[in-house]
Each structure stands twice: as structure tokens, then as C-alpha cells.
């Protein structure tokens, strides 16, 4: 991998909506590290499976922010 071979490691954050339907919808890169690592989060963000929130018993979306970090060993 690119990062592996530039030796980098961090943080990248994404936001995204938790949808009221069970899908992740609109992820966003906030702060990225690029060589890769930036596609590797977003693939990871969309993979989340969850159980919608719920207010006043109806599913209901939100936002959350979501950290991956990037140790190389």
C-alpha cells in the first residue's frame, strides 16, 4: 500500500448520516491523510451496520463522526 511504503499513520475522520432506513448515507471525509488511507475509511464508513435511533418510536437519522486510525507495525 502507498501509505505503508511513505510510512504514514493517523487519523482520518468521516462524518456520516446514520439514516433512518438502517443505510449509511453522504460520507464525508472531515480530515484526511491521503495515500490511500482517505478511500480505505470511506469504504470502512460505508460497511457500518447499525439499528436506526428512534424518537417517539418512529426510526429516526442522525450524524455521527467516525475515527479510523492508521498504525503502521
Not at 37 to 55: G, H, N
Amino acid at each position: 500500500m502507498e501509505a505503508r511504503q511513505n510510512n504514514i499513520s493517523g487519523e482520518v475522520m468521516v462524518r456520516v448520516i446514520l439514516a433512518f432506513d438502517g443505510k449509511i448515507r453522504f460520507p464525508t471525509i472531515i480530515k484526511g491523510l491521503g495515500y490511500g488511507l482517505d478511500q480505505q475509511a470511506l469504504r470502512a464508513a460505508l460497511a457500518i451496520k447499525f439499528v436506526p435511533a428512534r424518537k417517539n418510536g418512529r426510526p429516526t437519522s442522525q450524524f455521527v463522526m467516525v475515527r479510523y486510525t492508521f498504525n503502521i507495525y
